[in-house]
């Protein structure tokens, strides 16, 4: 696992994200792939660990229903260990129940206090509307200390009104797990940039490390500070540890 590293005023906590690579619908070897990065982000001090879209199963749409994950769920419960045992907060991709006949893309964040929280896409993409069922909430935030962070998956951060509802709503940090290819990045790199800038946030981007559900990624997870720069940047594909502490 290689390691980026930056530091900015910009955050009180110490973030990163995690670009890793998914087995296709083998959530238990996801699992292991998932410590493996909490014990490397451990060690660099991070508190807030951020995974890519639909982590824990790979990018698989047509098979999301079999695949439904909740917070307390046996096969997740090594990651609800290294929470409490890290004291670090992890968010990771994974389908979830909707309350209706479709699962939802969500993001779920496990804490090391035994709490959780789900966030659900609220937007989705392409075909996706064909095996998920969008959430009913747009801004999603949370806390840890001074830092609030507001979540998004891949196409969320597509659209301005949702960067915009996040910051309205508090956030200083805006951190998506997404699956990009490299002409989607080079559409979207500069959206992130301008919601850092134009709302004074931070934005993490966790991408996957490797292909996923057919389609091939860029890589290049990144935080952007909240000038709009990109402060540091995985180089390419595979697997990356990407961390951004506060200055002392």
């Given at each position: 696992m290689d390691i980026?590293?930056?530091a900015t005023k910009d955050v009180a906590i110490t973030i990163a994200a995690a670009q890793s690579t998914s087995v296709p619908l083998d959530v238990a070897a996801n699992v292991q792939?998932?410590?493996r990065f909490v014990e490397a982000a451990a060690d660099h001090g991070v508190q807030w660990l951020v995974f890519p879209e639909l982590s824990l199963t790979g990018y698989e749409l047509a098979a999301m229903p079999g695949l439904v994950l909740h917070a307390d769920h046996a096969l997740l419960a090594p990651l609800r260990e290294a929470t409490r045992r890290t004291g670090m907060a992890i968010t990771v991709g994974a389908p979830v129940d909707s309350g209706s006949a479709l699962p939802s893309i969500g993001a779920i964040t496990l804490r090391p206090d035994g709490g959780h929280s789900v966030y659900r896409k609220f937007?989705?993409?392409g075909n996706e509307v064909a095996f998920a069922a969008p959430g009913a909430q747009a801004a999603h935030l949370q806390t840890l200390g001074p830092t609030h962070i507001a979540s998004a998956i891949c196409a969320d951060t597509n659209h301005p009104s949702h960067a915009a509802a996040a910051a309205q709503a508090g956030a200083n940090v805006y951190a998506?797990?997404?699956?990009?290819?490299e002409n989607g990045y080079a559409a979207e790199a500069p959206l992130w940039?301008?919601?850092a800038c134009d709302h004074r946030m931070v934005v993490l981007i966790a991408n996957h490390g490797?292909?996923?559900g057919g389609y091939v990624s860029a890589g290049k997870s990144g935080i952007w500070d909240a000038s709009g720069n990109c402060i540091t940047l995985a180089d390419g594909t595979?697997?990356?540890?990407?961390?951004?502490?506060?200055n002392a």
């Amino acid at each position: 696992m290689d390691i980026a590293q930056a530091a900015t005023k910009d955050v009180a906590i110490t973030i990163a994200a995690a670009q890793s690579t998914s087995v296709p619908l083998d959530v238990a070897a996801n699992v292991q792939t998932h410590l493996r990065f909490v014990e490397a982000a451990a060690d660099h001090g991070v508190q807030w660990l951020v995974f890519p879209e639909l982590s824990l199963t790979g990018y698989e749409l047509a098979a999301m229903p079999g695949l439904v994950l909740h917070a307390d769920h046996a096969l997740l419960a090594p990651l609800r260990e290294a929470t409490r045992r890290t004291g670090m907060a992890i968010t990771v991709g994974a389908p979830v129940d909707s309350g209706s006949a479709l699962p939802s893309i969500g993001a779920i964040t496990l804490r090391p206090d035994g709490g959780h929280s789900v966030y659900r896409k609220f937007h989705l993409h392409g075909n996706e509307v064909a095996f998920a069922a969008p959430g009913a909430q747009a801004a999603h935030l949370q806390t840890l200390g001074p830092t609030h962070i507001a979540s998004a998956i891949c196409a969320d951060t597509n659209h301005p009104s949702h960067a915009a509802a996040a910051a309205q709503a508090g956030a200083n940090v805006y951190a998506a797990g997404i699956l990009t290819s490299e002409n989607g990045y080079a559409a979207e790199a500069p959206l992130w940039a301008s919601y850092a800038c134009d709302h004074r946030m931070v934005v993490l981007i966790a991408n996957h490390g490797a292909p996923s559900g057919g389609y091939v990624s860029a890589g290049k997870s990144g935080i952007w500070d909240a000038s709009g720069n990109c402060i540091t940047l995985a180089d390419g594909t595979g697997d990356w540890l990407v961390v951004l502490t506060q200055n002392a």
